[in-house]
């Protein structure tokens, strides 16, 4: 009697587990669906489109379903609710040190040209003008820190000193956001500084992106 109950037992876990991992089986297979189906939606446009796979770690630039850049994400810290997987519009991408354009006088280069033969250039904006560290505003809420990875000590006490920051202030605007009645999702990613600069310089206002976080 004891062994046959022991037999019930066992097949019950065993039936409970079979079923938990049916079930999560089918929510990943619907997950990676309605991504393929989110970028099939951008594919079709002529162009070309981030991917912020949070869930393995890695961000693609893609256009036309072609990979053009793959990059690592070193680490990552999120706040918030899953995101539904869809394109997503960049609404603002902001940094402390903006990279500006040299302000051109019409007047003053036609006065420089008459006196100078020389021919005149505009110094144009490089990769390397680009910021390593800024944030990327989506809309319904969506918040990304993009920030380099540390190398030196004075570089990882600033991060030390942002992710103290981080577990401070996320409570505070998620209260000040619900009070408002606004979404509030805060996403902190870490990576390399060559590949900070081709996110900013790559991603243009107002272009549809996709945030993958099941």
């Known amino acids: ?29 619907e997950d990676k669906t309605l991504l393929l189906e989110s970028e099939l939606e951008l594919a079709k446009k002529p162009h070309i489109y981030f991917i912020f796979n949070l869930k393995n770690g890695g961000i693609f630039l893609k256009s036309r379903g072609v990979m053009l ?18 394109p997503r519009t960049l609404l603002k991408k902001s940094s402390l040190f903006e990279p ?12 420089k040209e008459s006196t100078d033969t020389s021919s005149f250039e505009v110094k144009a904006l490089e990769l390397k003008d ?45 209260v000040w956001n619900s009070i408002r009645s606004k979404p509030f999702t ?12 081709s996110i900013y310089w790559s991603l243009t206002e107002n272009s549809e992106n996709i945030i993958y976080h099941p």
């Open 130 to 174: 680009m910021p390593t560290s800024y944030r990327l505003v989506f809309h319904e809420g969506i918040f990304i820190s993009i920030k380099p990875k540390a190398t030196g000590i004075i570089s990882k006490l600033y991060n030390t000193g942002r992710y103290l920051s981080w577990y401070l202030s996320r409570p505070i605007l998620t």
């Open 100 to 111: 500006k354009r040299e302000k051109i006088d019409p007047d003053k280069s036609k006065e």
């Open 1 to 29: 009697m004891k062994a046959f109950l022991c037999f019930l037992l066992a097949l019950f876990f065993a039936i409970t587990i079979s079923t938990e991992a049916m079930s999560k089986n089918a929510a990943g297979l």
């Open 186 to 197: 805060a996403i902190y990613l870490t990576v390399n500084k060559e590949d900070a600069r």
């Open 69 to 86: 850049k793959e990059m690592k994400i070193e680490d990552m810290k999120f706040w918030g609710r899953p995101l539904d997987t869809k």
